[in-house]
């Protein structure tokens, strides 16, 4: 069973060693990507076309003797009427407050049927314990992997590549995608620059970045893939471009919802 991978995965994302096992790069300014309330909007576009929308939130912080934690949930859904997509799927990622997955469900509509993923990542016994079906009901396969290091499922990569948005690093990140182990290779060189979206009338001062993932995703991402995040404490993802088989489309930032933020302004 193949579970869609979370669109904006790839830009939130060459390599020179995998990331370390126990560690996470230091940033600058300090990383405030988790936070509890933050909703974030994405509109999907084709060329002139408007494939979706991805929504990504922030549910809750949850705090046990043994770690901090934040829970995420992304909702990625076709508009209706674009010929050829049909596309519905919910993601939900339990989240390390050091940017790490703990656990993960995803689930998606496949015709009409909504099958599922899960995955609970048990560092202690160096186990992922993964299973999938159809519902939430009917488990057709169970399975049992190594975790080698400390991994980022789709949703979590999401956050992981904000945090790591100042680290001058080129990362070779592993990644737990369609009950895969997978590579993510993302260079942060720190490159300064302005983009201008519909949803803000002025330039915005953002950080760019590249990377490339072994893998295929939804509407056939795959390989290369380019984003811009905001120059600021939050590093909140403006804009990316992605390659799919038949050209590249277009990640644009259109509504937004976290405490104190705005769009930081290019002084350039």
């Keep these: 069973m193949r579970t869609i991978p979370p669109l904006f995965l790839y830009a939130c994302l060459a390599v020179t060693s995998a990331a370390p096992a126990f560690a996470q790069v230091g940033a600058d300014p300090p990383s405030k990507v988790l936070i509890e309330e933050e909703e974030l909007i994405y509109n999907v576009r084709y060329g002139f076309i408007d494939l979706g929308q991805v929504r990504i939130r922030i549910l809750g912080k949850e705090t046990t003797p043994q770690h901090v934690a934040y829970r995420g949930k992304a909702l990625i859904d076709s508009y209706r009427g674009v010929p050829f997509v049909d596309l519905h799927a919910m993601y939900e990622s339990l989240i390390d407050s050091a940017v790490f997955a703990r656990e993960f ?78 590579r993510t290779y993302i260079d942060f060189h720190n490159t300064r620059e302005a983009v201008e979206i519909d949803a803000v009338d002025y330039p915005i001062d953002v950080i760019q970045f590249e ?27 403006i804009m990316a471009k992605m390659k799919v088989i038949i050209g590249s489309v277009t990640i644009e930032l259109m509504k937004w919802s976290r405490p104190g933020w705005s769009p930081p302004r290019s002084s350039g």
């Design 105 to 182: 469900v995803g689930k998606s509509k496949d015709g009409k049927i909504w099958t599922y993923s899960k995955y609970v990542f048990d560092y202690d016994t160096r186990q992922i314990i993964m299973e999938s079906g159809r519902r939430d009901s009917i488990v057709e396969k169970r399975d049992t992997v190594e975790a080698d290091t400390l991994y980022q499922d789709g949703l979590s990569l999401f956050f992981y590549a904000r945090d790591q948005l100042y680290s001058r690093k080129r990362v070779n990140i592993p990644t737990l995608i369609t009950e895969q182990k997978v």
């Design 211 to 237: 990377g490339t993932a072994d893998f295929v995703g939804i509407f056939g991402l795959t390989g290369d893939f380019e984003g811009w995040f905001s120059n600021d404490e939050a590093r909140v993802p």
